[in-house]
């Protein structure tokens, strides 16, 4: 393990052993003056995050994109400051802690007993959904998770998120794969974080006007078990409560092959997702390069 990654490891191992014991309103502000303070530096992070909040609020001047890039720092420090509390949170202050709109979406599909697919955007705290999931709904599920360096931080993820109820998976193609499947076919909840490729394979969406690529998994799934595709979108408000919107089923095409429905079912995600950033764009904590064009120079300006 290099220096770098031994203080990685013990920072985030220090946020789950201390940011835990503050009182809330404590930890709300240390995480504010964090997030103000990563913004004033201008980092790659911050730099990144205004260059794709101009693709989702075109034509924002450059103060907008400023403003929007602070309030996006903050709601991403409210997520990381809320998860290193969530292991002493109560069940109740689980349950107070979010509001979903429309999750008959959700109990009805897994109700039907085919199973059911979440696939989520990197918009506000979906670890505090997920543990809702659990808690309040009594549903266990499984996801999966990128391999981090070093070892150590992803055994901390793992530990963290089985902590809250869930089945944590690595990301390793094939293998995850087939066991998300059974789960499914067993008629379970498996939740995806779905708005940014991971492998060789992701499926090409347009995204806000340009071409962006996304996971193939979550429609992949869908087709080969049967079970409901839900979008879902989060967002914070001035309360405390976060909330949050389960979207209508992502419906596998009557006609076409293989690669084609799973094209159309991933632009389907796509728009979902896009109609929550739009709305909340500042809660949507992509710090990393998505769109083609800035993947791969030769398709345009990086």
Not at 1 to 30: C, F, I
Not at 53 to 79: H, N
């Amino acid at each position: 393990m290099t220096a770098a990654e031994r203080l990685t490891d013990g920072l985030y191992g220090l946020g789950w052993s201390t940011v835990k014991k503050l009182p809330e309103p404590v930890a709300a502000r240390l995480g504010r003056t964090v997030a103000d303070a990563a913004w004033k530096r201008r980092g790659k992070g911050v730099q990144r995050l205004e260059a794709n909040y101009a693709r989702v609020v075109p034509g924002a001047s450059p103060e907008r994109l400023a403003e929007l890039s602070r309030a996006g720092m903050r709601s991403y420090l409210r997520y990381w400051m809320e998860s290193f509390r969530l292991p002493a949170w109560s069940a109740e202050r689980v349950r107070t802690g979010f509001d979903p709109k429309d999750a008959h979406y959700l109990t009805d599909g897994l109700a039907e007993g085919k199973g059911v697919i979440l696939a989520l955007p990197h918009l506000a705290n979906w670890d505090l959904a997920g543990a809702w999931v659990t808690t309040t709904l009594g549903i266990p599920f499984t996801t999966v998770a990128e391999r981090l360096k070093p070892e150590t931080l992803y055994d901390r993820f793992v530990a963290y998120r089985e902590g809250l109820g869930m089945e944590v998976l690595a990301h390793s193609g094939a293998s995850a794969f087939g066991t998300l499947a059974r789960r499914l076919r067993d008629g379970g909840l498996v939740c995806l974080v779905a708005d940014r490729d991971l492998s060789a394979a992701g499926v090409e969406v347009d995204f806000f006007g340009e071409r962006a690529r996304m996971p193939a998994g979550p429609a992949l799934l869908a087709q080969q078990t049967g079970a409901r595709l839900l979008p879902v979108t989060l967002w914070y408000d001035e309360s405390p409560v976060m909330q949050g919107r389960v979207h209508p089923p992502v419906e596998v095409p009557g006609t076409g092959t293989r690669i084609e429905k799973t094209a159309a079912m991933t632009q389907a995600l796509a728009d979902a997702f896009a109609s929550g950033i739009a709305e909340h764009p500042e809660d949507w904590h992509m710090l990393q390069r998505l769109w083609l064009a800035d993947l791969d120079p030769a398709k345009g300006p990086a």
